[in-house]
């Protein structure tokens, strides 16, 4: 197994990996490769999966064909089948399926793997390789796909034995889906799937490499509740761990214990609601002025499944000198990993904020309990000294903010939002009210571009009965955009909103800030007034609905149009000012102290204090 997330991990998703409820379906019958991996698929309860065909998997799809349950996806690109599998995912908590022939097939899957691998998605992806004796001959359509995906899959088989396929595929299901998740990669020999086998379903699963820890240790525990019952100035950082241990709903009850400030991460936004009293927003680069200075003037951060990203502590040698940290992690190799822990507590987050309530209570219990009302009064100032904002762009354009936020507010919280990555990635985090977890779907770790449309797809057949919106970019868009096509076609009416600025807009940005304005390859369009491509005829040449809105007063309407048609895809070109900025900002590699609220304008923290 790859890398160190396989060890000491806990099972937070019991029924991931096993079994459905009526269990494998004739054990000890005779079929081929290619069918009893159709058949593991079933016994698994995998009801979709996303992939294209081709010719060392083409085995496979015959007897798919013939699933009565499990239905396939055909996609336009083999990223599109990747991000889609985590956009199920994340949707849905259960591994995400996608599949690839051999050579650039595979290859085409490594960015979603190592998307999914960053920000620990359960994703099983399954790829065909050439048959056996041609391994390792440079054969045609060969590719070492699990030598390529090593450092970015939690773990990965090449299987050339057709008797082993349900094995795999049940231990696959299970260590995607546990403990840390992450993505796991079969790779099955073509001759593998050809060949007949009898079908033998693993009546327990023997992982000697992969032991997991079901319960945070004690002591750890007992300490952390002392630390947050004597410290002055806490802060809960919450990270997207708690999203995947499904936890949101006992931190919100260790967070109304406590009444401790809480931050929440880019991929765990939704974990706490945005309207909760305690919540000061996101941290980080571009994240709130009162979460990151809660974050810098803190005495003790509890970190619960975050891993102290370069993007949350800016210059790390600088980040909160004076707190104390617990950090509570399932992957032990997070911890101390960046920051220093004082507190390590190895553990599933929700087994960890079970615990913390539990050692809290008997606290409060013995007398003791944290006086924080001067440091709510602090941390008060600064929610109402410096609230998220935006400049209004010159008199008849678009801010995109508003866009944004309008969406946010129309579509309401029980929509699914997707975004790609870029400056409309940040507006997205913080302008939508995150109010339920699992509604917010994004690339955070490697911050893929193009992750929006294929994420909203997989999202939106994991959820038909929801609304997804996709917010992505104009450069983002044109990625992937021909997974437009995949929706039409399978009934996936999933919503666009591209944020239009004509621009790769984070990097023309920092082009402004740091390169004097210097724009270098940044302009997506060649003249003032082209649209190429026109989104609006794009969309439509795939069977979608297109509308464009390029003036303020059209926005409401306009959102209201795409929410009023439920049959098809709607793309919605708005067109913005090209030359608004994701503020508060912190410059990369500098401290959290110089977090600026617009252009050279950093708060005084002297006259603040």
Same mark, same amino acid.
């Given at each position: 197994?790859?890398?160190?997330? &396989?060890?000491?991990?806990?099972?937070?998703?019991?029924?991931?990996?096993?079994?459905?409820?009526?269990?494998?379906?004739?054990?000890?019958?005779?079929?081929?490769?290619?069918?009893?991996?159709?058949?593991?698929?079933?016994?698994?309860?995998?009801?979709?999966?996303?992939?294209?065909?081709?010719? $060392?998997?083409?085995?496979?799809?015959?007897?798919?064909?013939?699933?009565?349950?499990?239905?396939?996806?055909?996609?336009?690109?083999?990223?599109?089948?990747?991000?889609?599998?985590?956009?199920?995912?994340?949707?849905?908590?259960?591994?995400?399926?996608?599949?690839?022939?051999? *050579?650039?097939?595979?290859?085409?899957?490594?960015?979603?793997?190592?998307?999914?691998?960053? !920000?620990?998605?359960? /994703?099983?992806?399954?790829?065909?390789?050439?048959?056996?004796?041609?391994?390792?001959?440079?054969?045609?359509?060969?590719?070492?796909?699990?030598?390529?995906?090593?450092?970015?899959?939690?773990?990965?088989?090449? #299987?050339?034995?057709?008797?082993?396929?349900?094995?795999?595929?049940?231990?696959?299901?299970?260590?995607?889906?546990?403990?840390?998740?992450?993505? #796991?990669?079969?790779?099955?020999?073509?001759? %593998?799937?050809?060949?007949?086998?009898?079908?033998?379903?693993?009546?327990?699963?023997?992982?000697?490499?992969?032991?997991?820890?079901?319960?945070?240790?004690?002591?750890?525990?007992?300490?952390?509740?002392?630390?947050?019952?004597?410290?002055?100035?806490?802060?809960?950082?919450?990270?997207?761990?708690?999203?995947?241990?499904?936890?949101?709903?006992?931190?919100?009850?260790?967070?109304?214990?406590?009444?401790?400030?809480?931050?929440?991460?880019?991929?765990?936004?939704?974990?706490?609601?945005?309207?909760?009293?305690?919540?000061?927003?996101?941290?980080?680069?571009?994240?709130?002025?009162?979460?990151? &200075?809660?974050?810098?003037?803190?005495?003790?951060?509890?970190?619960?499944? %975050?891993?102290?990203?370069?993007?949350?502590?800016?210059?790390?040698? =600088?980040?909160?000198?004076?707190?104390?940290?617990?950090?509570?992690?399932? !992957?032990?190799?997070?911890?101390?990993?960046?920051?220093?822990?004082?507190?390590?507590?190895?553990?599933?987050?929700? !087994?960890?904020?079970?615990?913390?309530? +539990?050692?809290?209570?008997?606290?409060?219990? %013995?007398?003791?309990? $944290?006086?924080?009302?001067?440091?709510?009064?602090?941390?008060?100032?600064?929610?109402? =000294?410096?609230?998220?904002?935006?400049?209004?762009?010159?008199?008849?354009?678009?801010?995109?903010?508003?866009?944004?936020?309008?969406? *946010?507010?129309?579509?309401?919280?029980?929509?699914?939002?997707?975004?790609?990555?870029?400056?409309?990635?940040?507006?997205?985090?913080?302008?939508?009210?995150?109010?339920?977890? +699992?509604?917010?779907?994004?690339? *955070?770790?490697?911050?893929? /571009?193009?992750?929006?449309?294929? $994420?909203?797809?997989?999202?939106?057949?994991?959820?038909?009965?929801?609304?997804?919106?996709?917010?992505?970019?104009?450069?983002?868009?044109? /990625?992937?955009?021909?997974?437009?096509? &995949?929706?039409?076609?399978? +009934?996936?009416?999933?919503?666009?909103?591209?944020?239009?600025?004509?621009?790769?807009?984070?990097?023309?940005?920092?082009? =402004?800030?740091?390169?004097?304005?210097?724009?270098?390859?940044?302009?997506?369009? =060649?003249?003032?007034?082209?649209?190429?491509?026109?989104?609006?005829?794009?969309?439509?040449?795939?069977?979608?609905? *297109?509308?464009?809105?390029?003036?303020?007063? !059209?926005?409401?309407?306009?959102?209201?149009?795409?929410?009023?048609?439920?049959?098809?895809?709607?793309?919605?070109?708005?067109?913005?000012?090209?030359?608004?900025?994701?503020?508060? /900002? #912190?410059?990369?590699?500098?401290?959290?102290?110089?977090?600026?609220?617009?252009?050279?304008?950093?708060?005084?923290?002297?006259?603040?204090?």
């Amino acid at each position: 197994m790859s890398g160190s997330r &396989t060890a000491n991990e806990t099972a937070r998703t019991p029924s991931a990996g096993q079994p459905t409820a009526s269990g494998p379906r004739a054990t000890g019958e005779t079929m081929t490769g290619a069918q009893s991996l159709v058949r593991s698929l079933e016994t698994l309860g995998v009801d979709t999966v996303f992939g294209i065909p081709g010719g $060392a998997v083409l085995p496979l799809y015959d007897p798919l064909m013939d699933s009565p349950s499990v239905r396939h996806i055909l996609v336009r690109h083999e990223q599109g089948a990747g991000h889609a599998a985590e956009g199920y995912a994340q949707a849905t908590g259960r591994p995400g399926v996608c599949i690839a022939t051999s *050579g650039p097939g595979a290859t085409n899957l490594v960015t979603p793997i190592a998307d999914a691998y960053m !920000d620990s998605v359960p /994703m099983v992806a399954i790829t065909g390789q050439v048959a056996t004796p041609l391994i390792g001959t440079d054969g045609f359509q060969e590719a070492d796909i699990s030598g390529i995906t090593l450092p970015i899959t939690k773990h990965n088989y090449l #299987v050339t034995d057709p008797a082993d396929i349900p094995r795999v595929l049940a231990e696959a299901f299970h260590i995607a889906g546990t403990g840390r998740p992450g993505p #796991v990669l079969v790779d099955v020999a073509k001759d %593998a799937l050809q060949a007949n086998t009898i079908f033998h379903w693993p009546a327990k699963l023997d992982l000697p490499g992969y032991r997991p820890v079901s319960r945070p240790h004690g002591k750890q525990i007992r300490e952390a509740a002392r630390l947050m019952v004597t410290s002055r100035s806490p802060v809960l950082y919450v990270g997207g761990g708690v999203i995947r241990a499904r936890a949101a709903q006992v931190l919100r009850k260790l967070v109304d214990l406590t009444g401790i400030p809480v931050v929440t991460t880019l991929t765990a936004r939704g974990a706490l609601p945005d309207s909760h009293p305690a919540h000061l927003g996101m941290p980080g680069m571009h994240g709130t002025v009162a979460a990151v &200075t809660a974050l810098q003037k803190s005495d003790l951060i509890v970190s619960l499944g %975050a891993r102290f990203d370069d993007r949350v502590t800016g210059k790390l040698n =600088t980040f909160a000198p004076h707190a104390v940290v617990v950090h509570a992690d399932i !992957d032990p190799a997070e911890i101390s990993k960046n920051r220093t822990a004082d507190v390590p507590i190895v553990g599933d987050c929700k !087994d960890v904020i079970i615990e913390l309530i +539990n050692a809290v209570e008997s606290e409060h219990v %013995a007398g003791r309990k $944290a006086d924080l009302e001067r440091w709510w009064t602090q941390v008060g100032s600064w929610r109402t =000294t410096y609230p998220l904002g935006y400049s209004e762009p010159p008199a008849g354009e678009i801010a995109p903010q508003h866009v944004i936020e309008r969406i *946010g507010e129309i579509s309401g919280p029980e929509s699914i939002f997707v975004s790609g990555v870029g400056q409309h990635q940040m507006w997205s985090s913080q302008f939508i009210r995150h109010e339920r977890p +699992n509604a917010w779907i994004t690339s *955070g770790g490697l911050g893929t /571009m193009g992750f929006g449309v294929p $994420a909203a797809m997989g999202a939106k057949a994991a959820q038909p009965d929801r609304t997804v919106w996709t917010i992505d970019g104009d450069g983002c868009f044109q /990625m992937t955009n021909q997974e437009l096509a &995949t929706c039409v076609i399978n +009934n996936i009416p999933i919503k666009v909103a591209v944020i239009n600025n004509s621009s790769l807009g984070m990097v023309r940005q920092w082009q =402004t800030l740091f390169y004097e304005q210097r724009y270098s390859n940044t302009d997506l369009h =060649t003249s003032v007034g082209n649209r190429i491509p026109d989104f609006v005829r794009l969309a439509e040449a795939y069977g979608c609905v *297109g509308l464009r809105c390029e003036k303020p007063q !059209d926005v409401d309407a306009t959102i209201e149009k795409a929410m009023s048609i439920d049959d098809t895809p709607v793309v919605v070109d708005f067109v913005v000012h090209r030359d608004a900025m994701v503020w508060p /900002m #912190v410059p990369a590699g500098v401290s959290n102290d110089n977090i600026q609220i617009a252009r050279d304008m950093t708060p005084d923290w002297d006259r603040d204090l």
